[in-house]
């Protein structure tokens, strides 16, 4: 864990396994390729699609 120092002249130190964990959760939360071409096409549907989108939640909802 980063712990503040109390001397003046010394640095701040990481620990290893604070490090170690910072990796692991940059690789868990990376989107697939699937997942990433899916939310590229949401960025690209304009308002209209959207709803219609959201139409045919709200029906495949209630079947």
């Given at each position: 864990a980063m712990k503040h120092p109390k001397d003046k002249d010394v640095c701040f130190?990481?620990?290893a396994t604070d490090e170690a964990i910072m990796v692991a959760t940059k690789q868990?939360?990376?989107p697939s390729p699937l997942e990433q071409a899916l939310m590229n096409v949401l960025d690209d549907l304009d308002f209209d699609e959207e709803n219609e989108i959201g139409e045919c939640l709200k029906v495949d909802a209630f079947e």
């Open positions: 130190k990481l620990d868990v939360h990376r």
